[in-house]
């Protein structure tokens, strides 16, 4: 069977992200707003005669191309959950998203994957059978192919849409070396522990919800909140430069993205995005400054280039 299919998957930053304490599991209960952005990987899957992975774009070099890419373990997951006979397949990773960014790059990737090899095969998987292999790969994975706005629980798996109207404008900042999830999870622990702190299951950010059911920038702004930021910080110290700059480049609020080391900055609006871009472009905190939209939808399929 020949054929390919291309899927494009946006990244995610979050709102809010609230932690609990460390699970037996290995995992932190969270209670999230994601938030789907404007900037996207494309991942293109082929049917081939034998496996191969390319990236092209940004930080492509840290990617891996062999089968423990995200990518391709997700479409080895699904071809054994669907029984498919020859799940051999080449597949291509056009990436905006930046690497070990806090922004679900590799998440995206798998989401794309899965999307574009349910296609290829002609699969007939539910939704709900999508999502679950999809919170098998990982926690950030389900959000990357609902898309929009959502509140996460759990492991951050578990999603509820949530009502949003109009659109937030972001410049995101990339910084020049990547954060490790798990890295960063591990020192908020060490940071906790080292206050002698208890931690209380993390609350749901309603008044978050419904400044963005309300569309209004100017209510959302001071709510957006990340229980990771002192974590990340504290890994790279260099990352209060960024967030003191956005800040007076003009932006109405600024914070890490997930565990970071990416850093969003809220503006009022597009134009005002494009200036806080030009500013922060150069400041020299960054190794590239973009600016983006959202929320976006999540993971579709698109022309296969
Ligand atoms: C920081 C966030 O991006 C916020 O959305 C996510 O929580 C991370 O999601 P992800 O990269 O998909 O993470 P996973 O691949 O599921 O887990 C990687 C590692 O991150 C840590 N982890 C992840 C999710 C979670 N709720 N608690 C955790 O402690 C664990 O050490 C885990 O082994
Ligand atoms: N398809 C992929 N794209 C990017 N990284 C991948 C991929 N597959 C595996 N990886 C590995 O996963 C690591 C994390 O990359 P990723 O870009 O997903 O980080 P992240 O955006 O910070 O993740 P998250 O926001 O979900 O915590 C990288 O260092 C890389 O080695």
Redesign the pocket.
């Known amino acids: 069977m020949m054929g390919a299919a291309t899927a494009r998957v946006p990244a995610k930053i979050n709102l809010h992200l609230g932690v609990g304490p460390l699970r037996e599991d290995g995992y932190h209960e969270l209670s999230t707003v994601f938030c789907a952005l404007s900037l996207y990987d494309d991942v293109t899957v082929r049917a081939a005669e034998e496996f191969s992975l390319t990236v092209r774009g940004e930080g492509r070099r ?3 191309t062999d089968r ?4 391709a373990r997700a479409v080895a997951l699904l071809a054994e959950r669907a029984g498919v006979a020859d799940p051999t397949v080449a597949i291509e ?1 056009e ?1 905006q ?11 995206a ?2 989401a794309g994957a899965l999307l574009a090899a349910a296609r290829l095969w002609r699969l007939d998987t539910e939704r709900d059978a999508l999502m679950e292999i999809a919170a098998e790969l ?1 926690s ?1 994975v389900p959000f990357a192919l609902l898309g929009g706005a959502a509140l996460g629980s759990n492991r951050g798996e578990q999603l509820l849409p949530t009502l949003h109207r109009g659109e937030l404008h972001w410049v995101i900042v990339l910084a020049k070396t ?4 798990p890295a960063v999870y591990h020192e908020l622990d060490r940071l906790r522990t080292g206050r002698g702190e208890t931690v209380p299951p993390p609350a749901r950010p309603d008044a978050l919800m419904q400044a963005i059911a309300s569309g209004d920038v100017h209510a959302v702004a001071p709510l957006l909140h990340n229980e990771l930021q002192p974590a990340a910080l504290s890994l790279q110290p260099l990352l209060r430069r960024t967030l003191r700059a956005g800040a007076e480049a003009g932006a109405l609020a600024g914070l890490v993205s ?2 970071g080391p990416t850093c969003a900055f809220l503006c009022t609006d597009a134009e005002a995005a494009v200036a806080v871009a030009a500013e922060l472009s150069g400041h020299g905190v960054a190794k590239a400054v973009r600016t983006a939209h959202g929320p976006v939808p999540g993971a579709r399929l698109v022309p296969v280039p």
Do not use: C, F, R
């Open positions: 840290e990617v891996p423990e890419n995200l990518a990773i990436k998203i930046p690497v070990a960014g806090g922004m679900a790059g590799g998440s990737d798998a990982g950030d990547g954060l490790s999830t997930g565990s």
